[in-house]
């Protein structure tokens, strides 16, 4: 079986890589042989490994559960390797693999982040051709300066400091040189591959990653198009001033996806700055890499703000409805524990109620490699939006956890005063009577209302003033007089 397999595999991936050489995707020039073969050669091994090596071990026992995560490590790094030499779209999906958290085992989640900080740079005669290229000019005709030296580097472009000749300060990001032209053939080499593995394992349903390349890397390259958005989101907050970054980085973002249905979607922790603003002392986050975006339609966006409503609230049967009216079906369970990275007991007890355990984090890594076919089956079936969000999730997860803040009273009260607003707003909107827009408004003041009367309550018990003035009511309470 395994040498059959084995010869399907490289019979199909042969045959990919004649079908690329002869179409017209192919410029031999920016596409070679080697890099093609490289995939291939990957995907051959991966795949012989996973066929081989747990072949003759009893299913479900303690042995095959270590070699399958040995597994699971040695084909992550033959996939970062792979991903490290052909760079540009490769590097990409290897990052959004990498994000993916709680969804995938965590062996590949862990070798696979460090593509977030180690993507390779272009040399200066590469970024000067390319502006060349793109501008007509050469460097020094359009920059006073500009420094040899990256100030970063990431899977499609790095960035350059430079003066322009009226004398501002700018930072330049540069393209890396044939990822434009290469991106929809890398794009065809890993769908053709990856429907060739799933011809060996009819459970391998990746091809959502596929799809989602597809749409979101031509936005990607598209600097205007990341101009735009910078240019949106910078409107769209500017009356954000934010004072400690680790709880409000979640109101930001909670912002984005329930009031405004615009959200940045890679929030990785090379993404996120924080600085202190000379002018007030007070720090301030900077978001970077404004080129991919999800903008939500205004049915998903109120369906996802009822869901974590009912999900902050442990209303099961609410749950239930809105992850079914998200696509979920019958695995509307595991949509839950997905979306919120808690285990199913949690989520029944409700999510605000305790704080993430380690034993708890430790079940529900185990559980993403237990339950990866049925993972891949809700991914290819929940709108194509939810993808997305699923990766922005996990990767505030990641910042949240790092920061100490995961699962914080503060981070869901955030959210519920989103959802209230969205849904308030979207119930006027729809209203034609003057009492009933009122009433709604009402109801939304009153509500925001009590979650700041809560917040309020949450932060006295936890100061020593709160803890002094509970220990005295205990005092008087037991007191005979």
Known sequence: MAIRALKLVSLAAAGSGFYLYSSKYL???DFGAVRVGRAIATTAVITYDYLTSLRSVPYGSQEYAYLKSQVHLRSAERLRDLCCANRGTFIKVGQHLGALDYLLPEEYTRTLKILHSQAPQSSMQEIEQVIREDLGKEIKELFVSFEDTPLGAASLAQVHKAVLQDGRTVAVKVQHPKVQAQSSK??????????????IFPDFEFMWLVDEAKKNLPL???????GRNAEKVAHMLKDFDFLKISRNLGKLYSEMIFVNGFVHCDPHPGNVLVRKCPATGK?????LDHGLYQVLTEKFRLDYCRLWQSLIKADMKRV???????????L???FACMLTARSWDSVNRGIDRSPVTANEDVEIRTNAATYLPQI???????PRQMLLLLKTNDLLRGIESALHTRASASSFLNMSRCCIRAVSTYQRSKSHSLYRKAKISLLEALTLWQINLYELFLRLKGSRLGNWVIAFLSR??????
């Open 332 to 334: 509307y369970p595991l």
């Open 320 to 330: 239930q409805k809105y992850s079914r009216r998200l696509g979920a079906g019958d």
């Open 186 to 199: 890398d794009i065809l080499l890993m769908e053709i591959l990856l429907l060739t593995v799933k011809q």
């Open 283 to 287: 720090a301030h986050i900077i978001l």
């Open 476 to 481: 008087m309470h037991h007191s005979p007089y």
């Open 27 to 29: 410029d031999p020039n």
């Open 376 to 382: 891949n089956q809700l991914l290819n079936k929940v």
């Open 220 to 226: 990607e390259l598209d600097f205007l198009n990341e």
